[in-house]
Each structure stands twice: as C-alpha cells, then as structure tokens.
C-alpha cells in the first residue's frame, strides 16, 4: 500500500519557522517530482513548491518564494518543506504529493499520490 505521511505541522507565531517532512512508503518515489500544496478553510487547494525527481530543479509559489524551501532525500524517499517568516496567510493544512512524472507542475491533477495532511497554524 503505497502511503504519504506528513508531519512536522502545528502552531507558530508569526515570523517563525517550521520544517514539514514527508515519508513514502509502498514504493519508492525517486523518479518522481514531489510537490507540497495547501488548502486554507474555504479555499481551494492551492500549489506550494514542487521538486523534480533529483532536486535540481525547484518550483514556487510567488507568494511563498524566498520563504520557503523545498528538498528531498531520495535514499530516506522523504521530501522537507522549509517555511521561514511565516505570516497567518500561511495558515492551512499542507499535503504532500507525488507528480506522475519527473519534473514538477503546479498543475494538481498531475499528482496522482496524496498524503492526508498536517496543519499548519501561524498566529498574529
């Protein structure tokens, strides 16, 4: 059974820092870029960041460029989503997911494996 778990969410003042994991297990995603994505209460899910398969290659969200970062371990098949200077906007339940190819999209339906979720609060 193939499992996304994230984990590594919970509550943090504004302008602080979280450090979201990934785990995969079932099978390995090495060949796949991985993605985070958010959906805030009554809001859509929305694209967050995306690494492709090696991670070489990066994607952002214009509103979360040069706060967050995103990387992978392909030896632990885990993804990490680095959030700095958090702003309550940020609030949300961020999920993991795998895209079926090996570069990234912010396009969601091209990831077909999702995680259930963590939440993510940033109070003011």
């Known amino acids: 059974q193939v499992q996304l778990v994230e984990s590594g969410g919970g509550l943090v003042q504004a302008g602080g820092s979280l450090r979201l994991s990934c785990a995969a297990s079932?099978?390995?995603?090495?060949?796949?870029?991985m993605g985070w994505f958010r959906q805030a209460p009554g809001k859509e899910r929305e694209f967050v960041a995306a690494v492709s398969w090696s991670g070489g290659s990066t994607y952002y969200a214009d509103s979360v460029k040069g706060r967050f970062g995103i990387s992978r371990d392909n030896a632990k098949n885990t993804v990490h989503l680095q959030m700095n200077n958090l702003k309550p906007e940020d609030t949300a339940v961020y999920y993991c997911?795998?895209?079926?190819?090996?570069?990234?999209?912010?396009?969601?339906?091209?990831?077909?494996?999702w995680g259930q979720g963590t939440q993510v609060t940033v109070s003011s």
């Open positions: 997911a795998a895209h079926r190819s090996p570069f990234g999209t912010r396009v969601i339906g091209e990831y077909d494996y």
């Open positions: 079932g099978r390995t995603f090495s060949s796949n870029a």
